[in-house]
């Protein structure tokens, strides 16, 4: 090995952003030099006032532009690339800028990590009236991977580490998971890059402004406090967790931002403690996980169902934000019985649609339809970094951590991709709690999730991590 390269190698396992790590491999053999590459962008659109937001209701006001930001990281031999935005989904822009990436930047979509924050004070692409809007997104996110890669600069060491956040609470009886993590990057002591995560939904102080919610507002509070370096957010598996003030989501903008700079705080006590450094060779793999769905309702029951909640039967699939949307179940159930069509055992068996609809086929011949449900596990050197679709309730990704924390260092998000569909625990299976719900009165699906969807998901997670890493999970009894 060259000297000189030895050397930079010795020196980024010692030095990290200031703080004394230790690697997690110094094998000669398996140093990689690695580089990295960041960018933002504003992505609040020019007719902010005319689009539907994700609440469906048109903003009057804008408090805080909307970002995406990118980090790029490379091996000099395969690239990984983590995409930020203060959207609630991407939705539109999904399988147009998976395809952008793999044609122009030779990037597959395995690579390509796309992260919403779950911002609800946003523009929402699922409506129809807003579907440009996701094809400018599309556009503008793939200049912006553009930019990062063009500025990847090295070498750089990235480490992982993790805290607590004690400022949410839970609904579907079950346990708080308050885990932050934080994935940092860092050139001859200088921070490049935090990507940071937390299970919960984001605090927003109103329905009718466009901003960024607590998340957002860490953000800032992070960049400000390390000049020069790029913060990115991702929500992790929250889909049952919420700030604990306010009313559910909603809080007064004081409370925004004062749990913000409380997450920000945390995040750079991480930063400024002891980290794993991950530095090492990039794999990635996307997989589409089979989940299961319930037996349907009986004829009987559905027509007595149609007529108790006195259902319009002849308007066929309405989209977000129609008030007979949340009856569109219905009228598919009713639709599957009396057109004799199978209905869907299992998520696969089924295909989203821009506007939000499982259905059983799509038309437009794209290559990279939505279905249930997608999970990406990349490694940075012996990181393991877990990307689920959908809104993942947290037992789910409490039990994924549980099982892999003591083989290897982690990073768990969700909200990955297209469609932020909610996978519930079995207990909010059983209470038919509105996570459980969704799947039915927001996606149109004549059938729920079976109790088992927990279990399946967690077991098909552990799968990919095993294909991937060839770890062994930790055997976890219930």
């Known amino acids: 090995m060259d000297c000189k390269l030895a050397a930079l190698l010795v020196i980024g ?38 689009l539907t937001t ?31 935005y203060d959207l609630n989904c991407l939705d539109v822009a999904t399988p147009i800028l998976r395809k952008r990436c793999r044609d122009e930047l030779r990037l597959p979509p395995s690579h390509l990590i796309l992260l919403g924050t779950h911002n609800h004070a946003a523009p929402i692409q699922i409506v129809p009236g807003n579907f440009q809007y996701g094809r400018w997104l599309a556009d503008r996110l ?47 002591g200088r921070t490049l890059a935090l990507l940071f995560n937390h299970p919960t939904h984001p605090l927003q102080s109103s329905t009718t402004r466009i901003d960024v919610g607590h998340p957002g507002y860490a953000v800032d509070f992070i960049e400000q406090a390390v000049p020069g370096a790029t913060a990115l957010y991702t929500d992790a ?36 403690g002891g980290m794993t450094n991950v530095t090492g060779p990039i794999t990635s793999k996307l997989e589409i996980l089979s989940l299961p769905l319930a037996a349907p309702l009986s004829y009987d029951e559905a027509k007595k169902l149609a007529e108790r909640e006195s259902v319009p039967l002849n308007i066929g699939l309405v989209p977000y934000p129609h008030p ?21 055992k299992r998520t ?12 059983q086929k799509l038309d437009d011949g794209r290559e990279y339809p939505c279905k249930y449900e997608e999970v990406i596990v990349a490694t940075i050197g012996p ?21 892999l924390r003591r083989k290897t260092p982690l990073f768990v998000t969700a909200y990955m991709g297209e469609h932020n569909l909610y996978i519930p ?23 729920g999730w079976a109790p088992e969807v927990e279990d399946e998901m967690v077991k098909g997670v552990l799968k990919v991590v095993t294909e991937v890493t060839g770890i062994e999970p930790a055997q976890l009894r219930r």
């Open 54 to 84: 994700v609440m469906g209701t048109k903003a009057t006001h804008k408090d805080h532009d909307l970002y995406a930001r990118a980090l790029t990281l490379s091996d000099g031999r395969h690239r990984l690339v983590i995409v930020t």
């Open 142 to 188: 793939f200049a912006l991977i553009s930019e990062a890669v063009a500025k990847e600069q090295g070498p750089v060491d990235v480490s992982v580490g993790s805290g607590h956040g004690y400022f949410i609470r839970t609904v579907g009886n079950a346990p708080a998971d308050c885990e932050i993590q934080l994935l940092k990057v860092a050139q001859s």
């Open 13 to 50: 396992c010692l030095s990290l952003g200031g703080q004394t790590t230790v690697c997690a491999d110094s094998s000669p053999a398996k140093a990689v030099v690695m580089k990295a590459g960041v960018a933002k962008a504003v992505i609040t659109p020019e007719n902010w006032k005319e």
């Open 348 to 359: 696969t068996d089924r295909v989203c649609t821009d506007d939000g609809f499982l259905v």
């Open 425 to 447: 625990t079995r207990e909010i299976v059983r209470l038919d709690a509105y996570q459980s719900q969704v799947i039915r009165i927001q996606y149109a699906s004549p059938v």
């Open 237 to 272: 598996c929250g889909g049952n967790q919420f700030p604990d003030r306010g009313i559910i989501m909603r809080g007064t903008p004081q409370q925004v931002k004062e749990l913000g700079k409380e997450l920000g705080e945390v995040v750079l006590s991480i930063a400024a």
């Open 383 to 403: 990181l393991c970094f877990i990307a689920m679709q959908g809104e993942v309730c947290a037992p789910i990704g409490m039990r994924i951590k549980d099982a």
């Open 324 to 344: 007979d949307r949340k009856s569109n179940w219905i009228r598919e159930l009713l639709r599957h019985y009396e057109q004799k069509i199978p209905f869907p």
